[in-house]
DNA sequence: CGAGCCCTTGAAACTCGTCAATGATCGTGG
DNA sequence: CCACGATCATTGACGAGTTTCAAGGGCTCG
């Protein structure tokens, strides 16, 4: 299987073997990083773009009075930060939260990428979906109620890691429910009590970090998900789809 | 004085003379869209990008329940829907809030600028600080109260604003309550008693589409807010400052 | 075995939403 | 020019959703 960089952008937009070897050759020297690890922190000059290859890791933020706010989830696949190519400070942070192995990416490569139309295109791409998916958590979080919200995200969770091929009808969950709480605006307390709503009603059942989607239609309905922000081309709906 | 998108790019990035005449080549034919107007709505094939010259415009979404979210506020310089390029559907929807002059420009034409690569990174420039501009309202939606969260939009407008040259401590404010109301995920009701607290701290006056931000350091301080993710460059702080 | 972390539960307080009614403003047509 | 309807802003009362505080339970790891 190809690695899951290619693998999302050829969901976008068809690339040449010479677009594919130019990709596989940026990802050499993956490195490991444990969990709770910051990659960046706000207000580093940035360096080099990270690229996620396995594991899960996050955008955050804290707000004056202390509160996080988790902006994004990082799944393999997805660049942390392209701010790098031109902003020269970062407004955010990023984390680890499960162990990941991740590429760092000189800010010149990414330029190189660039130079050609076609690549140029996938990363645009990459990063159309990318702030298509925070318009919908604004959404998510500016309208649902609680219990909607958590169930939205566990949805967009599992469609976005059937696209890497890391998900059928559940998948592995490395978070706490206080990292889920920061996701979607509410307390520690309340996010638990939802989430007993959502095992209550038989859809979801999660423990030892292992979530299984019972009845993805009803979560969907009960969540009001519609997954067309997600863009999700060929590859989408069956996680075994061949790409090429 | 330049238009408005030179000037947004150039607080980015320095542009040639032929860059800038490029520019201003796109920006022929504006057209005169009445208030309450859509653009684009969700669901439609894209066609051409729209670039807001004059005017208040948003992007937005409902809910399955029929409820609107405000994701973004579109001013004079930004460009609406660089989905256009790349993606295939409308995931929401664009419109104006008051009457606004409009530019259609063609996928070829943007792809044609995406060649330079001073403009490429121009337009990465634009569309990184918008994804920044969307997670910090997420942060604002996700952790801050009702209040600061209005403070909050009060303060960005401004600041954007002036980047443009259309504020200076006031500036037209073409919103109704529940235009804010969706923007900032509360009820109209609610809206309104917090606006008045706002007004009660003298803080900010608002009448006949006039916000008059009667204490700009209050109300930053009021509503946690840090300016940063603006990433507002030489032109930033100071409306008349010369940017070449 | 104890420390620490996360999850769970209950009660009280608070923020905010809903419903309903009133008032203000504005454009339109008589 | 005024009356009318429409839209928007305002206010009060009540209820729902959510937060906070506090305490207890379960698990892992040293």
Chains 1, 2 share one sequence.
Request: glycine letters at 4%.
């Amino acid at each position: 299987m190809e690695n899951a960089l290619v693998r999302k952008l050829e969901g976008y937009i068809s690339l040449s073997p010479d677009d594919k070897r130019q990709l596989n050759a940026i990802i050499r020297n993956p490195r490991h990083v444990p969990a709770h690890t910051d990659l960046a922190t706000e207000g580093d000059k940035p360096t080099s773009v990270h690229l996620v290859m396995e594991g899960f890791a996050c955008r955050y933020k804290f707000t004056a009075e202390g509160n996080r706010q988790i902006m994004a989830y990082l799944l393999p696949g997805d660049f942390c930060d392209m701010h790098v190519v031109v902003l020269k400070q970062m407004d955010h942070s990023i984390a680890t939260i499960s162990p990941c192995t991740v590429v760092d990416i000189p800010r010149d490569h990414i330029l190189a990428l660039l130079q050609k139309p076609t690549l140029s295109l996938a990363l645009w791409c990459a990063a159309l979906v990318d702030a298509a998916v925070l318009r919908e958590w604004l959404v998510n979080v500016g309208q649902r109620r609680a219990g909607q919200r958590l169930a939205h995200v566990l949805c967009e969770l599992l469609l976005r890691l059937r696209i890497v091929g890391l998900a059928d009808n559940s998948y592995d969950l490395p978070l706490s429910q206080k990292d889920l709480a920061d996701t979607i605006g509410v307390s520690n307390v309340h996010l638990n009590r939802v989430l007993q709503d959502l095992r209550r009603e038989d859809l979801i059942t999660w423990k030892a970090e292992h979530l299984v989607i019972k009845d993805i239609d009803r979560l969907m309905e009960y969540s009001g998900f519609n997954p067309n922000y997600l863009h999700i081309g060929r590859q989408g709906a069956n996680p075994d789809a061949r790409t090429d």
